[in-house]
């Protein structure tokens, strides 16, 4: 989920893969709250939809976003890239349809490998966009809870530049229990970009 900085986070109810992307132009009328959402096809980031939704006393709605996705039993439109993978291992990132989740390790048959694998968004266009962030919800389980920080981060790929975004509130120790991250991607305003999650571990330690 993409959301604008600065405004309210509006939470998606029902079953539509839909939460807020984009909110432009946040206008105050009486108890009701009007904005004016842009909506682009993640197809080829160009088509639009344009139109106001009236969210009477603050009530949750439901838009359709573009570069929303649950993983609920597949990758989607992300893609993964194996910077390293041992050899004992034929993937790293895997879709767990029974907890509807990513799930990334490379602790395989009771031993841990050192890898670096990363799971890749598709092309965001944050043109439109002053200022936006991902927001992302995960869990780390297993491996050392004081080098999780180490062990998944993400990064803002650029064209040909990289940047590194550290997880802000690392799991004090190992469980399934999910936190939401939110990352400040209004650095990269007017540009396209795509957001990596980062896997990596050592032959010492492998966190799920």
Excluded at 166 to 179: D, L, Q, R
């Amino acid at each position: 989920m993409v959301c604008p900085a600065g405004v309210e986070t509006l939470t998606p109810t029902g079953n539509e893969s839909a939460s807020v992307l984009l909110i432009l132009s946040p206008n105050y009328t009486n108890a009701d709250i009007v904005y004016n959402v842009v909506v682009k096809t993640p197809s080829d980031g160009v088509e639009r939809t344009e139109y106001n939704v009236v969210i009477t006393h603050k009530t949750d709605v439901k838009i359709p976003v573009p570069y929303y996705y649950a993983f609920e039993s597949d990758f989607g439109e992300f893609s993964v890239e194996n910077i390293s993978m041992p050899e004992a291992a034929s993937y790293i990132w895997s879709a767990d349809t029974k907890n509807k989740c990513l799930k990334a390790s490379a602790y395989i048959s009771g031993k841990n490998y050192a890898s670096e694998s990363w799971v890749v968004s598709p092309t965001m266009d944050l043109s439109t966009l002053p200022a936006t962030k991902a927001v992302i919800e995960y869990a780390m389980n297993y491996g050392t809870p004081a080098i999780y920080a180490e062990q998944m981060y993400f990064l803002v790929i650029d064209g040909e530049n990289q940047t590194r975004i550290n997880i802000s509130s690392v799991p004090a120790k190992g469980s399934w229990t999910f936190y939401k991250e939110e990352v400040d991607l209004s650095a990269w305003a007017g540009k396209n970009i795509k957001l990596a999650i980062v896997y990596t571990s050592t032959d010492t330690d492998a966190a799920t």
